[in-house]
């Protein structure tokens, strides 16, 4: 089987969980087919994977952008002949292949006018598709419900790669302070703000003995600074851009995931758990889907209730430890890669 795999943006161009999980698919498919991939970039050339055919997007309107893309698709499918398509772009020229084309989140936090037509505008293009593989069913949901036909879709969660996202030995002379790890794209809807104020409202004698690192690619700058001016004076520091979530995450005692968007898969709540780290997450059915129900739940934006959470395993070495080694048995079970990529196999199979 040859199958063509295409994206506008991946890491190290663009750092993202999607697209990490993006390329984890094409490495995880190459020992089964012969895999060609199609990456833009807009920074420099070495932005995009070494091994991709590299398209200048650079300096470029998202509409420009889009018909350079497509061109480079579609010269591409002439020259490789795939049998299949795989796509994170739903603006896509004619090919005579099946396409199937990944979503990994659709809906924003409070929804502007423009973001619905987005979303609409993305279903419209998506019909094309033979395909639509979301990874919860959350956003399965508001694809069906903005238009997308329910047969179309299909639910296949991130994979995770348990090798590289493991526990991490503990020195003896670790920081013997508290490491809450708040790790995810820095934008509004990840809630960032909010694992901020559950730690500012911790105890003065429990917040000497906690830090909190938020981590992650800046996708909002103005949000950025707003997070900066709270974290003053609080045991706060920003990792921005990080090269390797896997770094970050090995390094945390706790993750805390304050989302506050009910579709959207967490792919830094399952390396996390992979991790053996234990999470700490609001109660959302993409967060539930996505860890099986394991770490602690708390309700949606109460950061009250966060704040115990923290405040819980700050004291308790034990049930941190318990929930650690939960979390990554469940991972290597349900959504380590080898089980994932059967479901990927079955979905190509069934299509060519």
Same mark, same amino acid.
């Given at each position: 089987?040859?199958?063509?795999?295409?994206?506008?943006?991946?890491?190290?161009?663009?750092?993202?969980?999607?697209?990490?999980?993006?390329?984890?698919?094409?490495?995880?498919?190459?020992?089964?087919?012969?895999?060609?991939?199609?990456?833009?970039?807009?920074?420099?050339?070495?932005?995009?994977?070494?091994?991709?055919?590299?398209?200048?997007?650079?300096?470029?309107?998202?509409?420009?952008a889009g018909a350079r893309f497509g061109r480079a698709v579609w010269t591409e499918s002439?020259?490789?002949?795939?049998?299949?398509?795989?796509?994170?772009?739903?603006?896509?020229?004619?090919?005579?292949?099946?396409?199937?084309?990944?979503?990994?989140?659709?809906?924003?936090?409070?929804?502007?006018?423009?973001?619905?037509?987005?979303?609409?505008?993305?279903?419209?293009?998506?019909?094309?598709?033979?395909?639509?593989?979301?990874?919860?069913?959350?956003?399965?949901?508001?694809? &069906?419900? $903005? /238009?997308?036909?329910?047969?179309? @879709?299909?639910?296949?969660?991130? !994979? +995770?790669?348990?090798?590289? #996202?493991?526990?991490?030995?503990?020195?003896?002379?670790?920081?013997?302070?508290?490491?809450?790890?708040?790790?995810?794209?820095?934008?509004?809807?990840?809630?960032?703000?909010?694992?901020?104020?559950?730690?500012?409202?911790?105890?003065?004698?429990?917040?000497?003995?906690?830090?909190?690192?938020?981590?992650?690619?800046v996708d909002d700058r103005v949000y950025l600074d707003q997070l900066r001016v709270q974290?003053?004076?609080?045991?706060?520091?920003?990792?921005?851009?990080?090269?390797?979530?896997?770094?970050?995450?090995?390094?945390?005692?706790?993750?805390?995931?304050?989302?506050? &968007?009910? $579709? /959207?898969?967490?792919?830094?709540? @399952?390396?996390?758990?992979?991790? !053996? +780290?234990?999470?700490?997450? #609001?109660?959302?059915?993409?967060?539930?889907?996505?860890?099986?129900?394991?770490?602690?739940?708390?309700?949606?934006?109460?950061?009250?209730?966060?704040?115990?959470?923290?405040?819980?395993?700050?004291?308790?070495?034990?049930?941190?430890?318990?929930?650690?080694?939960?979390?990554?048995?469940?991972?290597?079970?349900?959504?380590?890669?080898?089980?994932?990529?059967?479901?990927?196999?079955?979905?190509?199979?069934?299509?060519?």
């Amino acid at each position: 089987m040859k199958i063509l795999m295409c994206s506008p943006r991946l890491p190290p161009d663009e750092w993202s969980g999607a697209g990490r999980a993006f390329l984890d698919l094409a490495r995880h498919a190459r020992p089964h087919a012969e895999v060609r991939l199609v990456a833009g970039w807009r920074r420099a050339r070495d932005g995009a994977p070494v091994e991709a055919v590299g398209v200048d997007l650079s300096g470029l309107s998202s509409a420009t952008a889009g018909a350079r893309f497509g061109r480079a698709v579609w010269t591409e499918s002439r020259r490789f002949r795939p049998d299949v398509l795989v796509s994170r772009t739903a603006v896509l020229p004619p090919v005579a292949v099946p396409i199937v084309l990944v979503v990994q989140q659709i809906v924003r936090v409070d929804p502007k006018p423009r973001d619905r037509f987005r979303v609409k505008a993305f279903t419209m293009s998506a019909r094309r598709a033979d395909a639509v593989v979301v990874p919860d069913s959350a956003t399965a949901r508001h694809l &069906v419900s $903005a /238009g997308l036909p329910e047969g179309k @879709v299909r639910v296949i969660p991130v !994979g +995770v790669d348990t090798d590289l #996202f493991g526990p991490l030995e503990r020195a003896a002379d670790r920081n013997p302070l508290l490491h809450v790890v708040c790790a995810g794209r820095i934008r509004p809807e990840k809630g960032q703000h909010l694992a901020l104020d559950a730690v500012a409202r911790l105890l003065a004698r429990d917040k000497k003995r906690v830090r909190l690192t938020i981590a992650g690619a800046v996708d909002d700058r103005v949000y950025l600074d707003q997070l900066r001016v709270q974290a003053y004076e609080q045991p706060v520091s920003f990792v921005l851009d990080p090269p390797d979530m896997s770094v970050v995450l090995k390094d945390a005692d706790v993750v805390v995931l304050p989302s506050i &968007v009910e $579709a /959207g898969f967490s792919t830094t709540a @399952v390396e996390a758990m992979a991790c !053996g +780290v234990p999470v700490v997450w #609001f109660d959302q059915p993409a967060l539930r889907e996505a860890t099986g129900g394991h770490g602690l739940s708390v309700a949606p934006s109460d950061v009250p209730a966060m704040r115990t959470a923290v405040r819980t395993l700050l004291h308790d070495a034990e049930e941190r430890s318990r929930l650690g080694s939960e979390g990554r048995r469940y991972v290597l079970g349900n959504i380590g890669w080898e089980r994932v990529w059967e479901q990927w196999h079955r979905l190509f199979d069934a299509l060519v």
